[in-house]
């Protein structure tokens, strides 16, 4: 009987990813964004070129199970950035 692949997932390497960051609590630092964050640099440490086309990426890992993530798109992924992006900014520069 022969086996066809159909496709191949990247895996291991995003297990040490997230095994590391939950090693230093960087899920919990993150806050309520922390899956949309660490899917975009556990993306961007693997191949960087994966940002521009998360969705795709994404279809090509595991990440959905890791990081508890559903329904993952780039519109969601570029609103949850502004919304970082924009608490940072006003945490760290709005109000000293």
Same mark, same amino acid.
């Given at each position: 009987?022969?086996?066809?692949?159909?496709?191949?997932?990247?895996?291991? %390497?995003?297990?040490?990813? &997230?095994? =590391?960051?939950?090693?230093? %609590?960087?899920? %919990?630092? /993150?806050?309520?964004? +922390?899956?949309? /964050?660490?899917? =975009?640099?556990? +993306?961007? *440490?693997?191949?960087? !070129? %994966?940002?521009?086309?998360?969705?795709?990426?994404?279809? !090509?890992?595991?990440? &959905?199970?890791? /990081?508890?993530?559903?329904?993952?798109?780039? +519109? !969601?992924? /570029?609103?949850?950035?502004?919304? *970082?992006?924009? !608490?940072?900014?006003?945490?760290?520069?709005?109000?000293?």
């Amino acid at each position: 009987m022969k086996h066809i692949v159909l496709y191949v997932k990247v895996y291991g %390497s995003l297990l040490v990813l &997230n095994h =590391l960051a939950n090693k230093i %609590s960087l899920p %919990s630092i /993150l806050g309520e964004f +922390a899956g949309e /964050l660490l899917s =975009l640099v556990y +993306a961007h *440490c693997i191949d960087y !070129r %994966s940002i521009n086309q998360m969705t795709h990426w994404f279809q !090509r890992t595991d990440l &959905n199970l890791l /990081l508890n993530l559903e329904g993952v798109t780039e +519109a !969601r992924f /570029l609103i949850t950035n502004y919304r *970082c992006f924009k !608490r940072i900014f006003k945490t760290h520069y709005l109000e000293k």
